[in-house]
């Protein structure tokens, strides 16, 4: 498959898909080209079995969906069919046992996340470093993928809640560490570092790039963060959906 690397200067590339669409229509908002082959065929073993679990048909759609625009975003970067992309499972880092984030197969360098709620989907692409995104829709007070405590929900403060849940997945920990143990801190507009306790040193001093998140700007009523080491709006970019003109 002859494709154009996706991922821009930016370290960051993030890309809203709408999922209550045919996967045809998710390759044309992407802009992309059709790979060859029955979307279905391009999702694994693991990833079909996992769709049939949900008894909703809107859900079950929704998931496919949003895993068919996954795998086309990351064999579009890797140059490779979707169905080659080799997507693995992380240790936990609760217990070490294999059921972690999601990851590409070792020697693979680009990172990913994705976030699910109500009919979009957030996919994040980054080289070299890790990365995280979440995304909420303001009319609820869960995302697909986990419920934000009460404390988080509309009525309190949704905005803190996904920056905390884009820095937890940027790290691999997701909901086994606490969110509450979580501060993080303005460092300019729109872009937050987290607040370690106990360090002294300056954060020029710290060893790597401070943990960072940045907010998002998409359309109404969604709201998102993406986060990950040294990380700044500057360094983010995002597609919105392709419109096709009829």
Known sequence: MTTTALLPSAPVSTWLVPLD???????????????AGDPASWLDADERARAARLHDATDRHRWLVSHVALRLLLGASLEVHPSAVAVVREACPRCGGPHGRPALAPGRPLR????????????????????????EAASTSTSASSPAPAALRPSGDLARWVRTEALLKSTGEGLTRDPD????????????SEVVEGDAAPESELPGPARTVADLALPGPLVAAVAGPGLDRARVRVHLPVTVAA
């Open 21 to 35: 669409d045919t996967a045809d229509g998710v390759v044309a908002s992407l802009g992309l080209a059709r790979p």
């Open 112 to 135: 990913f996340s994705l976030s699910r709620s109500e009919g979009h989907a957030l996919i994040a692409l980054r080289r070299g470093l890790d990365v995280g995104v979440d995304l």
């Open 181 to 192: 143990a979580v501060t993080l801190r303005p460092t300019a507009p729109g872009v937050w």
